[in-house]
């Protein structure tokens, strides 16, 4: 190779000035050049406006159990290597760099003029490692929408939508039966589905479903996954699925959305059971495994005093379902019922680390809030959603070129909730630094460039074990 020609991480960087192209034909020629490594893989395909990642960190922690599993997701918080995981392990740095490599040369050679996009060359660089891995199970994430996603050239054993709700509407649609139109995508012939979604979204779905003829198993209506009790570190649900009825399961994810993905990730497995996929788990398995889920930056939270949420909330939806579970998170927690202000290192709890988040005493009063949004989000409703939990608000821009500038965030909370104090920080590493300084519980959120960066300050704060 010459000095200086593009290779590796550094190619792939390269890529991404091709944005995105919508289409299946080039991935395919590309693995096909590579002897269609796929084909050989068993995967279970999520797509969903939320809660993918979510039903994919339950779904990997089932498999995991007695499987060699694999997960595919994005975006990752430890850049490309956190997107290629087996049994737990992201891909090794020179594994990367050699995939890489063999996928540039393939697609030089079956798609010449025709570059591929980042995702696509990542979504065959993770059928080649997974491949190699001799995984047994496959958690298969899309990235964007489902029908022209790049990961819809695998043939799933199973498939999940979570849900349907407004975002990325410049690509998928204005209303909600284009969007769901598109996820639908993912369905395949006799091959078993699951989803959560409602309303006018279902019934697109149950349509494309019938019309493929691909089982379908609607969340609510088939199978369910209610509270059973609560308390700091569990929600535990009372699941009544396919083959199983009133099995009491330990979630550690909070909010009544994470139930929704629960069954969703559960029914899912139990299709994957049937499949032949996977054993049956016993009950005391499922739960053990339940237990081990782990989604960073999805309502984590770190012990204080006071207690940070780090979100992942982007989307009016995500910022819904965020304001439900700080609701519930604060009522368990009793975070209004003492007073106090300490400043000291944080310690994760509760849903990421099995805590007592009870034992953070704080005065009266709503979340200080870090929020950073990207400029093509619908700002708005959000902030409609979760400024009424808010004392304060500390505006501060991602480190991203579509980030939204901080001072125009600003206006825009002090627009809709002219009440609410708003400062702007250069940074939201600065801004969470403040933020923690005022004593109250704090919640970031607004996209997971700003939960990445202020999970890299609180591990800063102290050497977390991951």
Avoid at 24 to 50: I, K, M
Avoid at 131 to 149: I, K, P
Avoid at 283 to 303: S, Y
């Amino acid at each position: 190779m010459a000095v200086g020609a593009p290779y590796g991480a550094n190619w792939l960087r390269g890529l991404a000035r091709f944005g995105m192209k919508p289409g299946l034909e080039r991935t395919r020629r590309v693995l096909a050049a590579l002897g269609n490594p796929h084909q050989a893989l068993r995967f279970l395909h999520v797509a969903g406006t939320n809660g993918k990642g979510s039903v994919c960190a339950i779904l990997t922690a089932l498999l995991s159990a007695r499987l060699r599993t694999a997960t595919y997701t994005s975006p990752a918080f430890d850049g490309y290597r956190g997107r290629f995981v087996v049994d737990g392990r992201p891909i090794p740095e020179a594994v990367l760099e050699r995939l890489s490599e063999t996928v540039r040369q393939a697609a030089e050679a079956a798609v010449p003029g025709d570059p591929l996009t980042e995702f696509e060359a990542l979504t065959v660089m993770a059928i080649l490692y997974f491949h190699e891995e001799r995984a047994e199970a496959v958690v298969w994430e899309t990235g964007l929408g489902g029908r022209l996603d790049t990961t819809n050239v695998v043939q799933p054993a199973v498939t999940g939508i979570t849900n349907v709700g407004f975002d990325h509407m410049d690509v998928l649609g204005n209303t909600l039966r284009q969007i769901a139109w598109e996820k639908a995508g993912i369905l395949k012939p006799g091959v078993p589905a699951v989803t959560a979604a409602e309303g006018e979204a279902l019934d697109v779905i149950r349509s494309r479903a019938k019309e493929i003829g691909a089982p379908l198993t609607v969340c609510g209506a088939d199978v369910s996954a209610t509270v059973w009790r609560r308390d700091a570190r569990f929600q535990w649900l009372d699941y009544r699925g396919l083959d199983a009825d009133g099995l009491q399961l330990p979630l550690p994810l909070f909010g009544d959305h994470q139930r929704k993905n629960a069954a969703v990730a559960l029914a899912m497995y139990e299709w994957a059971c049937r499949a032949g996929v996977c054993p049956r788990l016993s009950i005391r398995e499922l739960r053990e495994a339940l237990m081990r889920v782990r989604w960073p930056g999805r309502f984590e939270v770190f012990e204080g005093p006071p207690p940070v949420v780090l979100d992942g909330a982007h989307n009016p939806p995500g910022a819904a379902a965020l304001a439900r579970s700080l609701r519930e998170f604060a009522e368990l927690a009793g975070l209004w019922s003492g007073a106090g202000k300490d400043t000291g290192t944080p310690r994760r709890m509760g849903a990421a680390a099995g805590g007592d988040p009870g034992k953070a005493e704080q005065i009266p009063g709503g979340w200080t809030m870090v929020v950073g949004v990207l400029g093509d989000k619908s700002v708005r409703p959000m902030l409609e959603a979760l400024l009424p939990l808010a004392d304060r608000v500390i505006a501060a821009a991602p480190d991203s070129p579509r980030a939204l500038p901080a001072a125009l965030l600003a206006e825009a909370v002090r627009t809709v909730s002219p009440g609410v104090p708003v400062e702007i920080r250069p940074s939201v590493a600065d801004a969470l630094t403040f933020a923690r300084t005022l004593g109250r519980p704090v919640c970031v959120w607004g996209s997971l460039y700003t939960v990445h960066e202020a999970r890299k300050a609180m591990e800063q704060a102290e050497d977390l074990r991951m």
